[in-house]
C-alpha cells in the first residue's frame, strides 16, 4: 500500500550507470573489483516515528544497526563495515554507553566494524542514521526480480510477535494474559517484545542461503507487502497457504483476526522471505537446521499477478488484511 | 573547542580491524582490492540545527551532498555514488522536485550516482542523512595525521564569507550595506550568501592534489579548529600569517574582530586545508590555476605544539577568536 511518503522516493529514482543496482531492492549494489560487488543500505530511524521514546538504549543500539543488517541479509552479502550518524537533544552518558554497547554487541557478532559517523544535538528528539556495507559475489546476489513460476516460498523465523509488541506498547491492543501464573514473564508483552526491539538480523541464513535462491526481501514493512515487492518486480503472481504460516506461539490467544493482521500485514519482522526452485528444498531443509532457524515453505509462485492467501478451510482470505500501522511512512 | 556533543563520539571509538581507517579523519577508509580503499562518510542535516527552515530547498539538495562531496575531497577520493535518507513533515511535490533537482545537479557534476537510501515521515522537522562513497589509491590518501615539521600550510578559496551569511540570517550580524549603489544585489548577504547556502566541494583539488600533499582536512568547523585536528594528530605545531590568509572581499566593511572571527572561527566552510613540502610550491600554484580555484600559502608547520596566528603587525593574535557559533555542534 503506497502512501505518499513513498511517492517522494518517485523524485530520486533517475537512471544509475552500468554495473551499478540503484534503490528498489534492499541494498544498493556497486561493483569494486572483478567478481565482487560492494552492497550498501541505509536506514533513518526518528525517535517516535521508528522508536517509542523511553526505548531502552541497549536495545536501541542494537536494533539501529539490526535494520541495516537485515537489508544485507537479504541480499545475500557479508557484512564489513558501518556508519553512525546519531542526533541527540541532550548528551546523557549513561545513555549513550548503554547505546553503543548495544551497538558494538551486534557489530561485533557480524564482523562489522564501526568505522565513522558523526554525532550532534537535535532539536527535537533522538535521530539514528546507520549505512551498512558489505560484499557479495554477484552471480549470487539475491535481487528481487529474480523470481520464477513454480518456485517455493520460504520464510524465516516466526511471525507476528512485533505486530502484536507494537499494538500493546501503543495500547491499540490490550494485554489480557499479564494476570497468569507467571506475572509479567507470562505477559504476552513478555513473549513478543525482543521481536520489536532486538531482532536477529538473518545474516548467517541469507549467506548459506544466496547459492540457492532466487528472488529474497526481508519483510520489514509485512510479509504481504514485501512479497508483493518481490511479485511486482519479477513479473509474477503467488499463492500462500495460510495454514502452513510460521506463527508465533504468544498469538495462539488472540483473536483470529488479530492474528492474521499480525502474521500477514505486521512490520518490523526482520525475518526474510525466498523463493527457489523445488528442487532446493534440501538445501533448505538442512540450512535451516544449521543455522538454528527455522525455514518454513509457505506457497508458491505462479503466474499471472496478485497475491492470494488460502484460509484453513482452503478459501481465499478476502480482503486481506493491509495497512502497516508501524512506526514507519 | 570540544563540546558535549564532540564526547559522544568518544563511546564509538572501538578499535577497527587492520586495513581500515577508523573515524577521526575526513573519511573513513577500507579496502576494496590491491591498491584500492572506498573512502566514505556521512552526514546528518537537521531542520535548525544545520539550516534555517526557510531555505531553498535546490540549494539544500546542494549542500545536503556537497558537504559530503567535501570530505572526499579532503581525502583526495574520486566520487563513485551515493544514498540519500530524507525525513519530511509533509509532502510538497514541489519542494521534493527542487530538492531533488539540487542533489542531481551536484551529484551529475562530479559523477556521484544516487543509488539509493530511504525516505520517511518526520514528526519534527527535516532529516537529511547523506552518504558517500569514493575511491582512493591508498598511497595517496590525505590523511590528517601526516602533517611534517617544515610544510606550507595552504588553503583553498577565500575565508569568511558563510560564517558572515550564517550571522545576518542569524540576526547576530546588521547588514548595513542593502542601501547601496546596486541595491540587493550588492547587499553584504548577497554577497556571501553562496558560500553559506551553495558551497562548492573541492573534489577535482583534492584528487590533483593528493600526490602532493602530506596532510589535509576540510574546515567545515573553521580554520583554527580544523588545521588544529591536523596538529593534534601529526604532533606538530604551526604559525599562520594573517596578512597572507585569503579574505572574501565582501568581509572588507566589517569591523577587525568580525573578519578575524569569521576567517578564522567561522564553520560551515568547505574549502581545504592543506600541507606540503616546500618543494610543492610549484606544483600547488599550478593546479590552483588549472583548477580555477586560488590556493593561498598562509603558513607553515614548526616543532612543537600548538597554532599561532600572526596579525599585521608581526604581533601573535591573544586570545584566538573561538566558538563556532554556526549550525552544528
Known sequence: MASEFDLISRFFKRPVPAGMLGGGDDCALFRIAPGLELATSKDLLLEGRHFFPDVDAFTLGHKSLAVNLSDLAAMGA??????????????????????????????????????????????????????????????????????????????????????????????????????????????????????????????????????????????????????????????????????????????????????????????DVYELCLTAAEDQRDNFERIGLEAGVPLTRIGQIIAGTGLRVMDDAGQCIEPLPQGFDHFRK
Chains 1, 2 share one sequence.
Request: contains cysteine.
Open 78 to 267: 557479508k557484512p564489513i563495515a558501518c556508519l553512525l550518524g546519531l542526533a541527540l537533544p541532550s548528551f546523557d552518558e549513561s545513555w549513550v554507553a548503554r547505546f553503543a554497547d548495544g551497538f558494538y554487541a551486534l557489530a561485533d557478532q557480524h564482523g562489522c566494524a564501526l568505522i565513522g559517523g558523526d554525532t550532534t544535538r537535535s532539536e527535537h528528539g533522538i535521530a539514528i542514521s546507520v549505512t551498512v556495507f558489505g560484499e557479495i559475489n554477484p552471480t549470487q546476489a539475491m535481487r528481487r526480480n529474480a523470481a520464477k513460476v513454480g518456485d517455493d516460498i520460504w520464510v524465516s523465523g516466526q511471525l507476528g510477535a512485533a505486530d502484536v509488541a507494537y499494538r500493546i506498547l501503543a495500547g491499540s491492543l490490550k494485554d489480557d494474559s499479564s494476570q497468569g501464573l507467571f506475572g509479567l514473564e507470562g505477559s504476552l508483552l513478555a513473549q513478543t517484545r525482543a521481536s520489536l526491539e532486538c531482532p536477529n538480523p538473518r545474516v548467517f541464513l541469507g549467506r548459506r542461503l544466496a547459492a540457492h535462491t532466487h528472488a529474497a526481501i526481508d519483510i520489514s514493512d509485512g510479509l504481504l507487502q514485501d512479497l508483493g515487492h518481490i511479485l511486482q518486480a519479477s513479473g509474477v503472481g503467488a499463492r500462500i497457504d495460510g495454514r502452513l504460516l510460521p506463527v508465533h506461539p504468544a498469538l495462539a490467544q488472540l483473536s483470529q483476526a488479530d492474528r492474521r493482521h499480525a502474521v500477514l500485514a505486521g512490520g
